[in-house]
């Protein structure tokens, strides 16, 4: 199987040996059956084929990372991937726990590159906080009575709240709320001169800060009672409702200026 850098799939036995974080995989989960490439190289792609060949059972893959750091998988590495999927009979998995059901402002990430995925996973805002998950395979996965076994499957309240979240996301447009106030937060971020790097697709965002402001995060939440993701080293993450309004938004990027002034007024006063 190939994973790629900074990956993170889950903390279950073979999600967790394909994520890149050895602080979280316990040797009983090690396996070397889990290649780990640079995200986004297709050339260490190509080549890795070429090496394996036959060999290769899947390629797993977040249209956006996450917890690494809110990193797009280009269009041509997604191509990439799908193509030598299918010249060598392996298995596309598109995990979309976190990029997926319209955070992006398309229903999957990976739409954006144009792509059908052999596995699409999604958990987290199908239930909109309800606990459930699940996966689409493609028609050519053929399934079996039995294959799956778990202990809270067909939970009824779990579906039941799925099948609501997928009427509200039709009939109020999130997906395309999603799209429209996504742009509009990064294109008001990157007026912001102190941070970097502002990236992704939709309501999911991520920017990178300097050393000087490494606690804005958490300024945002003690000063504003505002809570954004994150991730190491100095990236602050926002994944907001889908129903996040323009007010809203700008409640935010008004805040998030009055910190940075803040602490920039602060860090004067101390010289």
């Known amino acids: 199987m ?6 993170f799939h889950g903390r279950t036995s073979l999600a967790v040996a394909a994520t890149d974080n050895p602080a979280i995989v316990a040797p009983v989960n090690q396996t070397d059956n889990v290649i780990f490439l ?4 297709e050339e260490a792609l190509e080549e890795c ?8 059972s899947s390629v797993i893959v977040e249209g956006i990372q996450g917890v690494g750091g809110i990193r797009e998988a280009s269009a041509s590495f997604l191509q ?3 193509r030598l999927c299918q010249q060598h009979n392996a298995v596309f998995i598109a995990d979309s726990v976190q990029c997926g059901y319209g955070r992006s402002g398309k229903f999957f990430s990976h739409d954006f590159a ?13 239930g909109n906080g309800f606990p459930v998950a699940g996966i689409i395979i493609a028609p050519h996965i053929k399934p079996k009575h039995g294959m799956l076994g778990t202990t ?5 309240l ?3 709240a799925a099948l609501a979240v997928l009427e509200v996301i039709e009939q109020e447009n999130l997906i395309a709320n999603a799209a429209e106030t996504g742009n509009y937060i990064m294109t008001q971020l990157k007026k912001v001169r102190q941070l ?3 990236r992704g697709k939709g309501l999911m965002i991520g920017f990178d800060l300097p050393d000087g402001l490494k606690d804005l995060r958490r300024n945002l939440l003690l000063e504003q009672r505002i809570f954004t993701g994150e991730a190491k080293p100095n990236t602050i993450r926002l994944l907001p409702s889908l129903a996040l309004r323009k007010k809203d938004a700008d409640q935010f990027l008004e805040a998030l200026q009055e910190e940075i002034h803040m602490m920039e007024t602060s860090a004067k006063a101390v010289k």
Do not use: E, L, W
């Open 2 to 7: 190939i994973a790629f850098s900074k990956s």
């Open 49 to 56: 084929f070429r090496k394996q060949g036959d060999m290769i």
């Open 38 to 41: 640079p995200f986004n190289d």
């Open 80 to 82: 990439t991937i799908s």
């Open 196 to 198: 970097q790097k502002v």
């Open 152 to 156: 809270f499957g067909g939970n009824h």
């Open 158 to 160: 779990a579906c039941a």
């Open 114 to 126: 144009g792509v059908d995925a052999d596995i699409y996973t999604m958990a987290k805002g199908m």
